[in-house]
């Protein structure tokens, strides 16, 4: 009912459509997340996603296992982000602060325990982050995205990005702190007194 | 342990991904030092904020785009995702075999890499097999016209080199493919085959001698222009193949050859064949190696290059240990096939 996944690459090899697309409804949360994050809108999320995906699958037969599927996956789709990153710049030459800015939020939700004011409050924030992590180099993004949010390991990381644990661990070190600082800054910018340290937090700003 | 030092060590202290002797040492300073037990807090604050951030899912019709899109790739797919070999870009390993051949029917060796990923050890296969010959220069012709082969007659395979200088001189206008045999009857390739193939190598199988072209193929004339192998760069962390139609193979090929420079690109080799009885070049070969770092800008140009018939983007994943950002930077090879 389940096979694993060395099968569904296996089949998908061949070009049978419908195991690829068993392993795309398994990662798609994964990587559609992390386009997301990293492009920091959901129209390029969907582009960058799909070309992440069918670059996996054109990649496929040169998939021999030596990895799991879903390190081989990160990287792969890691290779996208750079790429898709590369052409846009050099298409219009955006600065990467306007693509922070050009980032849409998510639509906030509102749950039973919180006021529509705090939800928005929330959901400000998020947004704050969000373009704070769209401004950092392509480099940090990923390694944070990967690390915070899909929640790999060191080891994992450094197989995704092909480089060593010393690295993984020093770029991550000035990839938090690289944010930590984006963070404080424009909170000065926004005049506001948004919390560091409450997860999630509310705030009384703006 | 100075506070910069802790500073530098408080994210992976955060992940618990210190050795004990150096946790400890951060607890201890910690205790003692307001300054880093703030960053520590900002950090934690940083990494919450992030880890707070909501999931997002991805819009209802987002498989049924990407499988349509998949369907056409399927269906462009031009002999089939079945019958096409895994490494599916190298239709033209003989080819390049018999280029090997070649220079190594002319004496020469040393200096080079060989084609995609051969050389991925570092350790290059003609280089190793002849390593004992002594070799005086390199055949590279760089970028030299090559000067076309008559016609010849008869539907065999030739492999002609034609650069400008010496080679050209030594080697009759046209050589004959079967001639480059070694005295014991073994064609190299057969050696090639033989021999060991050195680490790194066994991605790509060296082929039977018998040139590929099918019964029912126009006989054609191939020619080398441009072998200079693989010099320096990190490991392979890439492979693309590109099939465009052009109008001019030729200059197409200058053209590219041009562009490619100005992204860093070098190449490696190129190839034409000629259609029999026609002095006009029909395919040109290409083989470039880019940083990586270039592959997507340039990548791009080259698509733009012409139409495309085919298109295969592979990357190639290494041990941790290989790809350190340590070594060489990385580079992706790229086959592009220009046809008329």
């Given amino acids: ?206 | 342990m100075q506070c910069s030092d802790v500073c530098e060590l408080l994210s992976p202290y955060l992940d618990g991904f210190l050795k004990p002797g150096e946790q400890k040492q951060i607890e201890a300073h910690l205790k003692n030092c307001v300054g880093c037990q703030a960053q520590l807090e900002e950090l934690r604050g940083t990494i919450n904020l992030l880890q707070g951030l909501p999931e997002v899912t991805p819009p209802a019709a987002f498989r049924n785009e990407l499988r349509e899109r998949l369907q056409q790739i399927e269906q462009e797919r031009p002999t089939g995702r079945a019958k096409a070999p895994k490494r599916a870009f190298y239709k033209w390993p003989a080819f390049i075999t018999a280029a090997a051949v070649l220079v190594v029917a002319l004496g020469i060796t040393g200096v080079w890499g060989s084609p995609a990923r051969w050389f991925d050890s570092g350790e290059g296969l003609i280089a190793q097999l002849f390593s004992g010959n002594s070799s005086s220069g390199t055949v590279a012709v760089d970028n030299g016209k090559a000067d076309r082969p008559e016609k010849q007659a008869g539907g065999t395979e030739k492999i002609v080199f034609a650069g400008k200088g010496e080679v050209k001189e030594d080697a009759p206008e046209s050589t004959d493919f079967n001639m480059l045999m070694e005295p014991d009857g073994l064609s190299r390739e057969e050696e090639l085959r033989r021999d060991a193939a050195p680490p790194g190598a066994g991605v790509m199988s060296v082929p039977n001698a018998a040139p590929e072209i099918a019964a029912d193929e126009e006989p054609r004339q191939m020619y080398m222009e441009n072998m200079k192998g693989r010099m320096g760069g990190g490991a392979v962390a890439r492979e693309a193949h590109l099939v465009l139609a052009v109008t001019d193979p030729e200059q197409a090929m200058n053209s590219i050859v041009e562009k490619a420079n100005s992204y860093g690109a070098e190449v490696i080799a190129s190839h034409g064949a000629l259609v029999a009885g026609q002095q006009e070049v029909d395919t040109v070969v290409l083989e470039l190696q880019i940083p990586l770092a270039k592959f997507g800008p340039l990548w791009e140009v080259l698509n733009d290059s012409g139409r495309v018939m085919d298109s295969n983007i592979n990357d190639i994943l290494h041990s941790a240990a290989d790809t350190g950002e340590e070594q060489g930077s990385p580079v992706a090879m790229v086959v592009i096939e220009l046809k008329k």
């Fill in chain 1, 1 to 206: 009912m389940h096979p694993p996944d060395e099968v569904l690459v296996e089949k998908s090899k061949k070009g049978d459509l419908d195991a690829f697309e068993e392993l795309v409804r398994r990662y798609e949360g994964k990587v559609y997340n992390m386009a997301y994050r990293f492009m920091g809108n959901h129209a390029d999320a969907g582009d960058l996603a799909q070309e992440g995906f069918i670059r996996l699958y054109q990649a496929l037969p040169g998939f021999r296992g030596e990895s799991s599927f879903s390190t081989w996956m990160y990287r792969i789709v890691s290779n996208a982000c750079r790429d898709e990153l590369r052409r846009r710049q050099r298409q219009r030459n955006v600065s990467l602060d306007e693509l922070a800015e050009s980032a849409a939020g998510n639509i906030p939700v509102y749950s039973a325990e919180e006021s529509p004011e705090d939800a928005a409050e929330r959901h400000e924030l998020q947004q704050y982050v969000q373009q704070c992590l769209t401004s950092l180099s392509e480099e940090h993004r990923l390694v944070l995205i990967m690390r915070e949010m899909q929640g790999l390991s060191y080891e994992e990381i450094a197989a995704a990005l092909g480089c060593s644990l010393g690295t993984v661990k020093s770029r991550l070190n000035r990839a938090r702190h690289a944010l930590k600082d984006k963070i404080k800054a424009r909170r000065e910018l926004f005049n506001g007194e948004y919390r560091l340290s409450v997860k999630g937090g509310t705030s009384n700003a703006v």
